[in-house]
T-cell receptor, first 116, second 115 residues
Framework: GAVVSQHPSRVICKSGTSVKIECRSL??????MFWYRQFPKQSLMLMATSNEGSKATYEQGVEKDKFLINHASLTLSTLTVTSAHPEDSSFYIC????????????FGSGTRLTVV | TQLLEQSPQFLSIQEGENLTVYCNSS?????LQWYRQEPGEGPVLLVTVVTGGEVKKLKRLTFQFGDARKDSSLHITAAQPGDTGLYLCAGSSNAGGTSYGKLTFGQGTILTVHP
């Protein structure tokens, strides 16, 4: 149980275009979704925290106008990379608390974004 | 700002050897989790430790949470090539009384086990 489905798994886009990444909680309600960015062979960097029905909270240094986060329902959170540039190329991962007392988090399978 | 120092960053060993990965912090965490990540995939939870001094075993993997809940270790016995991957520790502090908070990740340990 506690599966987060993330799509697309890979996307290549042209510089200047926008890309939307979706994360859906399949068998539980995710009131909170964390969005991370990961560079090759490095750890995860938290970008923002989205909460259903309210504005996302962005980490210091993350441009909120560039990385638009929407959490319109308890099962869907989206990250839109606007006006993408090659330096936005990265691995983006979402994560939601599993619920219960396990204190664990379930992660999406990630999205490899390549901006050309 | 909470920080988790994870070491070593890289580990290359032969099949059958033992290894230990460490995560240390000056901050107290309400829980600490260990994840394993393979290339192109999201991290997969291995274990969550909550109680200071707690020890959990998962087959050949042994996880410890420090008494003060500031540090943790992952020990793998008789490593196998299938253990190869990126291992991440992550600490969580309760936020506003909820059962979860933001995760603070260690830098990660890239483990390579050679046949």
């Amino acid at each position: 149980g506690a599966v987060v489905s993330q799509h697309p798994s890979r996307v290549i886009c042209k510089s200047g275009t926008s890309v939307k990444i979706e994360c859906r909680s399949l068998d539980f309600q995710a009131t909170t979704m964390f969005w991370y960015r990961q560079f090759p062979k490095q750890s995860l960097m938290l970008m923002a925290t989205s909460n259903e029905g309210s504005k996302a909270t962005y980490e210091q240094g993350v441009e909120k106008d560039k990385f638009l986060i929407n959490h319109a329902s308890l099962t869907l959170s989206t990250l839109t990379v606007t006006s993408a540039h090659p330096e936005d190329s990265s691995f983006y991962i979402c994560s939601a608390p599993r619920g219960g007392q396990t204190y664990g988090y379930t992660f999406g399978s990630g999205t490899r974004l390549t901006v050309v | 700002t909470q920080l988790l120092e994870q070491s070593p960053q890289f580990l290359s060993i032969q099949e059958g050897e033992n290894l230990t990965v460490y995560c240390n912090s000056s901050s107290v965490f309400s829980s600490l989790q260990w994840y394993r990540q393979e290339p192109g995939e999201g991290p997969v939870l291995l274990v969550t430790v909550v109680t200071g001094g707690e020890v959990k075993k998962l087959k050949r993997l042994t996880f410890q949470f420090g008494d003060a809940r500031k540090d943790s270790s992952l020990h793998i016995t008789a490593a196998q090539p299938g253990d190869t991957g990126l291992y991440l520790c992550a600490g969580s502090s309760n936020a506003g009384g909820t059962s979860y908070g933001k995760l603070t990740f260690g830098q990660g340990t890239i483990l390579t086990v050679h046949p």
